[in-house]
């Protein structure tokens, strides 16, 4: 039972960290680029959403401007890069670096906890009844982190996939591709660059509002790590599903790569893993997902190798 | 038109490295002049090519295009006015984007990019006729990766990229370089026709001293960052390649001989 409990905990942490992993994949395949505020403006989601609803700033509007603030973050990641010529994952260290004490200048602590302000997911969860034959299998407050989660992640991969097919977004997407074709075609590879980081990082920072909202509290240290977990998300995404296919296709491997990340976690913890050792465990979870479609690949080339060159010695005389 | 006056353009300077990559240029292009470019490596035909395009920023000099100077325009505002195609066959296209999708993106160059759709369907019926035009049967694999084609499908379509939407200039830096002979010969007769058909002003930089006889209607030969060598009309289709060997020897005096080798 306790393990059905944590298993679906996990689905909605998944679906909600899922949004930062999307966020992640937008700079991390389709510009290329190594961002890494990620950590940074994830907590400075986080913190925003929580001042504010403390202040009495209606939960859904939290969200909103934590989504804006985040546009901000990525906008100076991408002066710092584009403008300033500082390489990609400096300009993101450095900040992330300064988004922790802008963070920590937001909440006044270090730890900002919400238990008696209403989030929306408090709300929900105190307006809706549930009979107890589905209670007894899921609680009110997993239903609703799932069912804001998946709102709010259809929500994101419908406008990822209407902005990514318009000529912004295709400018976008060839400056991943090469920067060079894109200057010869009349864009700023440097616009883009900064959009696309704008972008991203809203995405984060609404995930991270999200985040701190369905937990109670925002934390300076809730980001760290984060990265990490979002190429989890799309790395396992990517196995599963493999790299081609739609858009469509693509975007939803990343939720569900989060998902499935989750629950690894939510299974090794209830297996009795030291949950100090848990970066220790992503990060080899990391490597492994990205060693073995390599792995594999390797494995079927020598197999097509033995298969073919067998046919050719069976039929002519060896050397 | 396009007019050039006193470019220059020197690299890593101060340092024992120094090369004076431009010195003191001066070209104007008539409207509709189809002019080759030779000389020997680190001549400056590239750089020249580059600062035109705004690749890098000049030491010096102005550049008009259309009475406009641009001297001072980034690369991608010039490439309002400029098409052009490169070298090497990756860097004209975006690998991971459809045929259709690269087409779209130059099509809409010089435009501001909105939230409109990137590619309408109305003009993949447009793609497909001027792919037709190409002979090389891209025209029915508009949505195929631009990666799974061949460096020469790959150029073909630069080139038809670089002229979707007229140019006032089109700059060609060796863009047959890398290609197989046959290859090399089919994009080089596809430039032709796409140049006469559009009557574009055009700069080709070629290594090959036959094409660069052969095709266009002006000639212009480059040494150490300066033309020493300017022929047009009917005095460059008399033009033989050891004419141009003799006319080399004459302008860089006797500095050729170390030079000659890479010319031919």
Known sequence: ?319 | MLAIKNISKTFNTGTVNEKKALDNLSLTLNDGDFVTVIGGNGAGKSTLLNMIAGVFPIDCGHIYLDDKDVSLLPEHKRATFIGRVFQDPLMGTAADMAIYENLALAARRGKSRTLAWGASVKENAEYKDKLAGLGLGLEDRLTSKVGLLSGGQRQALTLLMATLKKPDLLLLDEHTAALDPLTAKKVLDLTEKLVNEHNLTTLMITHNMKDAIRIGNRLIMMYNGKIIFDVEGEEKKKLSVELLHEKFRQAAGEEFSDDRSVLI
């Open chain 1, 1 to 319: 039972m306790s393990v059905l409990l944590s298993l679906e905990g996990a689905l909605g942490q998944g679906i909600l960290w899922g949004i930062m992993a999307l966020g992640v994949y937008i700079t991390f395949r389709l510009l290329n680029f190594s961002d890494l505020s990620v950590d940074g403006s994830f907590a400075t989601g986080g913190a925003v959403s929580a001042v504010l609803i403390l202040n009495g700033i209606d939960p859904v509007l939290s969200v909103v401007i934590a989504l804006l603030v985040g546009l901000v973050c990525g906008a100076v990641t991408g002066i710092l890069n584009t403008v300033c010529k500082i390489p990609a994952i400096l300009a993101g260290i450095l900040t992330q670096i300064g988004l922790y004490s802008v963070n920590l200048m937001i909440m006044g602590q270090s730890n900002l906890p919400m238990l008696k302000a209403d989030t929306m997911f408090s709300c929900l969860a105190g307006a809706i009844s549930l009979p107890e034959s589905v209670t007894s299998w899921i609680s009110v407050n997993n239903v609703v982190t799932i069912g804001l989660g998946l709102l709010f992640s259809a929500l994101v991969i419908v406008l990822c996939y209407w902005f990514f097919g318009t000529e912004l977004g295709s400018a976008i997407r060839a400056t991943g591709n090469n920067m060079n074709m894109v200057r010869a075609n009349g864009v700023s590879t440097n616009m883009m660059t900064i959009i696309a980081l704008m972008i991203s990082n809203g995405m984060i920072a609404l995930s991270g509002a999200l985040v701190a909202q369905q937990q109670g509290y925002a934390d300076v240290q809730m980001g760290v790590g984060a990265i990490v977990m979002a190429l989890a998300s799309i790395v396992i995404g990517e196995v599963i599903f493999g790299r081609g296919g739609g858009f469509y296709r693509r975007l939803i491997s990343i939720v569900v790569g989060s998902i499935i990340y989750r629950m690894i976690i939510a299974v090794v913890l209830q297996l009795g893993l030291d949950s100090n050792n848990l970066k220790l465990f992503t990060a080899l979870l990391v490597a492994v997902a990205l060693t073995v479609p390599v792995i594999l690949d390797k494995h079927k080339q020598t197999a097509m190798y033995k298969r073919l060159t067998d046919v050719v010695d069976s039929v002519e005389d060896k050397f």
